[in-house]
């Protein structure tokens, strides 16, 4: 249960107050009084009630709490590890090397770590997209993290070392949910967390009949270079899975064709800026289609600490969705997923990126032909 909130009003004093109304109204050097779980009054110069705590916050902004709809928070246990990789890297590390050693402890401190983080940073709701699920225990123990922590979290329950449509087969996965869900008002829900590979065979359909019968939105990575394509949220589509309440995670390098079927079923796209940029998935096409509902996503903590220097960071994240974004978004046919990565390793001279990169060897003078 989360604790017990301290009910003394409290009272922001002189921030710039993001009153979040329908003009979008900025108040600077604003107060806001909070009475019980209820903002009570706005403006400039309130005074505080008795016994109000008075906390100063100029200099800061007063807005609420931030939504985060894609977080791989187990994965906080490893943070900073591959702030500037490709996604092929983060694939081979996080999901076939290191994540499948993850036992239940790690799981929760992961989560642990990463939710009292997201509090710390604003971010007072935050899907935990969960795919290092192997057992459940593990699910046990990522949901006991989130109950741990005063915030406000959605468990999207995955699990990459098996094929949704075999961890969703499972009869223990339904009975976790018989378990834990309804116990915490709307403090914590759930989702069911899985890719759609595009296979003409769609066995994914089997995971989205457990989420039907449970009741569960979907949340899956789509339109993510060289990994999810059109072909899945095709296949969605035509066996009546895209919902309003799915989320479609990236949404990076999908066709306007695509874009048009989510937005005529009302789903949402959770965009993850950095991680885009960062690892080349491309740039996500908000302007394409109309009626689509961006939200805001971290992915993962890879990013948050890291060593190499910043500017090589940046430099990287200028030039991969530059390399890789039109031709995915054109839904054209990829090359090895590695080959724009390459092509920057070779610019820069970075061995790293490619192997064959580093000095020059010196060219034979040239022959001329004698004859
Ligand atoms: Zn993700």
Redesign the pocket.
């Known amino acids: 249960m989360p604790p017990t909130p301290d009910r003394r009003p409290v009272l922001f004093t002189g921030g710039t107050v993001l009153t979040m109304d329908d003009q979008h109204t900025v108040l600077s050097d604003a107060d806001l009084l909070v009475v019980d779980d209820r903002i009570a009054e706005v403006g400039r110069g309130l005074s505080a009630p008795d016994g109000a705590e008075v906390i100063d916050a100029s200099g800061g902004i007063v807005m609420p709490g931030m939504i985060d709809t ?1 977080r ?1 928070m187990w994965q906080t246990a490893m943070r900073a590890y591959g702030a500037d990789w490709t996604l092929t890297q983060y694939f081979v590390w996080y999901y076939l090397e290191h994540g499948a050693k993850f036992r239940p402890e790690d799981v929760r401190a992961g989560n642990l770590l990463s939710a009292w983080d997201a509090l710390e940073a604003g971010v007072t709701t935050t899907v935990d ?1 969960s795919h290092g699920l192997q057992t459940v225990d593990h699910a046990e123990a990522a949901v006991d993290a989130l109950r741990a922590v005063p915030g406000r979290f959605v468990l999207a329950y995955g699990n990459i070392q098996a094929a949704p449509w075999e961890w969703t087969a499972d009869p223990a996965v339904r009975s976790f949910f018989d378990r834990n869900r309804g116990s915490d008002g709307d403090m914590l829900g759930f989702q069911l967390a899985f890719d759609v590979t595009g296979d003409p065979a769609f066995p994914e359909k089997a995971a989205f009949e457990l989420a039907r019968d449970l009741g569960l939105p979907v949340t899956t ?1 789509a339109g993510v270079w060289g990994a999810t394509n059109d072909d899945g949220i095709r296949l969605m589509h035509e066996h009546g899975f895209m919902q309003p309440d799915t989320v479609y ?1 990236h949404a990076a390098t999908l066709t306007t064709d695509s874009y048009h079927r989510i937005a005529a079923t009302g789903g949402s796209i959770s965009v993850s800026t950095e991680s885009e940029q960062s690892a080349g998935q491309g740039y996500p096409d908000l302007a394409g289609a109309p009626s689509r509902h961006p939200r805001l996503a971290v ?2 903590h890879l990013g948050v600490v890291e060593q190499r220097p910043v500017q090589r960071h940046a430099h990287h994240a200028r030039r991969r969705p530059l390399a890789r974004a039109p031709r995915g978004a054109r839904g054209g046919r990829h090359r090895h997923p590695l080959a724009p990565a390459r092509r920057a390793g070779r610019r820069l001279g970075d061995p790293r990126w490619c192997p064959r990169a580093g000095p020059r060897r010196p060219r034979p003078p040239h022959r001329r032909r004698e004859g």
Do not use: L
């Open positions: 894609h791989h997209w990575h995670v992915d993962g």
